[in-house]
């Protein structure tokens, strides 16, 4: 009996990889721009960082959303700098 559960077990699991990796590999299952938002906002809530420190979960947002601030300035400086007015 636990044979035959570990084996349905294998089974599930073995099904779930290959779903998985099929949705991944498709690149017809999601459009271009709903991949790279939710890449995006995986990079903004800092989905890559530790889930087990919250200082660093914190200390990454804030520092990425700076960054993004200090780009947008930049922008906002060059363009500023290209049309002349200041």
Do not use: Y
Request: hydrophobic share 40%; glycine share 6%.
């Amino acid at each position: 009996m636990a044979a035959n559960d570990k084996e349905r077990q294998t089974v599930t699991e073995s099904k779930r990889i290959l779903e998985r990796i099929s949705l991944e590999t498709n690149p017809g299952a999601k459009s271009a721009v709903e991949r790279t938002v939710n890449r995006t906002k995986g990079h903004f809530t800092a989905e890559d960082a530790d889930a087990a420190d919250p200082i660093e979960i914190w200390g990454t947002r804030i520092g990425r959303v700076l960054g993004l601030l200090v780009l947008i300035a930049m922008f906002i400086w060059l363009i500023s700098s290209i049309t002349g007015k200041s």
